[in-house]
């Protein structure tokens, strides 16, 4: 069974800050999500990778296949960034499966 | 964003009546599939759609049912719900119909179900 673990699970920052979230996970994969979910909100896509590195704005998404390991970086950090983080990985071959979650990271930003 | 609504947003009933959840997509995906939510578990995948008529089971697919009978809707059905089937229900779609990008997942905005 394919586990995805997310570290660390809760994360209290200073706006302003450079934020790291953590996935690593244990077999092979097709493709990772980031996802982004605000209290009582409903869930939206960061990013879709399988290699490499993306950029959206104040964001950035790496993952390193070899590891197994994917990063979810913040700049310059602010009150609006406040939210779960929600790591979700495709098994390599599964196209039509759904996605295996991690179980988030809490992420508060004080201003 | 993705056309996909959820019905009903919030529910309460009690134990043992049947309770059916829609999911209704615009975008002509031909997959769609069913989460739930729950504190220390995240999210976990209860049963998925591959086309119309074409269903199958995820991990915690025990206690529920579903149907897909045109494109655009998903229905999961409880058929007698549990104090442990409380939860926020997500569906999601993804079009799968080429290349990598295809399969990012566009979500819903959530059911909340609540047993007592």
């Known amino acids: 069974k394919n586990e995805v673990e997310q570290s660390p699970q809760n994360l209290t920052a200073q706006e302003g800050e450079f934020i790291t979230i953590n996935c690593s996970y244990s077999?092979?994969?097709?493709?990772l999500h980031w996802l982004q979910q605000h209290p009582g909100g409903g869930i939206v896509s960061l990013f879709m990778l399988s290699s490499g590195k993306k950029k959206h704005g104040r964001l950035i998404a790496t993952i390193n296949i070899q590891e197994k390991h994917s990063s979810l970086h913040i700049t310059a950090s602010h009150p609006r960034d406040s939210a779960v983080y929600i790591c979700a990985v495709r098994y390599s071959g599964g196209g039509a499966d759904g996605l295996t979650f991690g179980k988030g990271t809490h992420l508060i930003i004080q201003p | 964003d993705a056309g996909i609504t959820q019905s009903p947003r919030h529910k309460v009933t009690e134990t043992g009546t049947p309770v059916t959840l829609r999911c209704h997509q615009t975008?002509?995906?031909?997959?769609m599939y069913w989460y739930r939510q729950d504190p220390g578990h995240g999210l976990r995948l209860i049963h998925y759609s591959y086309g119309v008529k074409d269903t199958d089971k995820g991990e915690v697919s025990d206690g529920y049912s579903v149907s897909r009978s045109k494109t655009e809707d998903f229905l999961l059905t409880l058929e007698s719900a549990t104090s442990s089937q409380t939860s926020v229900y997500f569906c999601a779609i993804s079009s799968g119909n080429r290349g990598l990008s295809s399969w990012e997942q566009y979500f819903g905005p959530g059911t909340r179900l609540t047993v007592t």
């Open positions: 077999v092979g994969i097709s493709a």
């Open positions: 975008e002509n995906h031909r997959y």
